[in-house]
């Protein structure tokens, strides 16, 4: 993973990763109080290779979250 950017973000932020091999990707956006937020990747499969993912600052029901400290965490099947 790489840092986000822009951080703080207003209202788009872009994160980026790297895979070294293929691997199903999961990319979760929890709040301060560890509740998930939205899902933004859900075990899509990604090759090799550098990718940058945009969040668009709305959860789940599509509503827009307020202004915060948002984490991330992206897990693989590898």
Known sequence: MYQNHPNPF????NIKFT???AAD???D????LGENVI????NKQYQAGVWNVKWD??????QKVP???YLYKISTSR
């Open 39 to 42: 899902t933004l990747i859900d």
């Open 57 to 62: 600052s709305r959860n789940s029901s599509g």
């Open 19 to 21: 895979l070294p091999e």
């Open 10 to 13: 207003n209202p788009t932020t």
């Open 25 to 27: 990707v999961r990319l």
């Open 67 to 69: 202004t915060g400290i």
């Open 29 to 32: 956006i929890y709040n301060i």
